[in-house]
């Protein structure tokens, strides 16, 4: 299994009228828990894709336990908890300050090809770096 | 059953540089068509908020079967199938233009007293309005 | 001059916890103005694109004089006052129900030719549909 | 004067199908800017709000000179030039990693009082915090 933890402060353009942040801004949180979790095991996204890999979602799943404040200080933690065959999942959960559970979902995406936008394999090089954590 | 069908254009705000509407603005869309879905049934979110009762998201389940991309005229599909108690569902589906299916996916909210943000009925009013489709 | 007016309704998710719509939102309502004037000159802005011309924004200033409310349906009223150039400029203007002023703004855009990026001359085609106008 | 710089990184939700940021998401970046430089006085924005005081946006000008792109490391540099009287000034730039300067921007905000929401006077914490910097 591989863990990764990041931090990001809630902006004021993410709230809403009911004074917490918006449903649908969790789906970006996930998305930087994701690209700091691949960062961090030595990929970039951006590299990636210029590889000729896209990686788009087929799947999100989200629970929302209590809200976020503007200007809270979130943390996201994100886990890999599977081996990525031709698809890659991501459960993440999101914290506050008090260590409260806000919000944890998953997001399953497929390794896509580039020009044909077509499923394909997994990277060899991404399947080194995250094949000792499993 | 009740069924509401709403249309909406792709904002290029919308898109990311995969060419496509991001992953997480499936939520405003789905914001649009249960917005909709409530006026068609003689119901306004806004005055139900004003009258002191919330509706927040408690949980939100998406696939994404094909892309919408820019421009497309998008017909947001828009269902409740049972009566709603404490929480009320709404299935959506999006198609494009040549009636593809492009996303599918369910929202769960909780009915909430806006000045203790505690779980409520469903106000009466809307129980007898929804009343006569189950 | 060309005038075009286009009517869109405020989404919760473009509302902030000030209980008014985010400030950067108008940018998105600009644009859905500015597309829609193109439509009505008999023009699309996705075929602009993929007949190799974007337009990326150069300058954009907005005056807020009061806010708009989360289901708000607007209008965008959008005029273009002088022959496009290698610029463009669109003035818009932000209505209520009221037909209160609540913003009004000014974006101006510039013809990039797609492959290399750079500024091009405006096409053909758009400078026919257009002077008519002027 | 008071000067702050703050780093964001671009996400993908930001970017649009041109691959490179959406132009109306700058005034997202603007306001991480102008928070992080009021924390950076000693305010939390957050704090002047829950005491009472709300800081509506009343003008926007922003210039677009290059692109930022996805997963970019930006730098906004905040400056308060004047004094702040009813209205504060922030002017922005925003720098990429290649100290580019990609966008430069100002904002004027107006000091609201939340409860009547009519324009009042700086909060005297406040100008003791800024005063030493003019």
Known sequence: MFVKRTSLRVRYAETDQMGVVYYGNYAQYFEVGRV??????????????????MLPVHKLELQYLKPALY??????ETRITE?????????????????????K??????????SNRRPCRVPASFLEKIGSYF
Do not use: C, K
Not at 83 to 103: A, K
Not at 105 to 113: A, D, I, P, R, S
């Open 36 to 53: 700091e979790a691949l960062r961090a095991l030595g990929m970039s996204y951006r590299e990636m894709e210029e590889g000729g890999v």
């Open 83 to 103: 081996m990525p065959s031709t698809r890659i999942r991501f459960h993440h959960e999101v914290f506050n300050e008090s260590n409260d559970l806000l919000t």
């Open 71 to 76: 200007d809270d200080l979130l943390t996201i």
């Open 105 to 114: 979902g998953l997001v399953e995406l497929v390794f896509v090809n580039r």
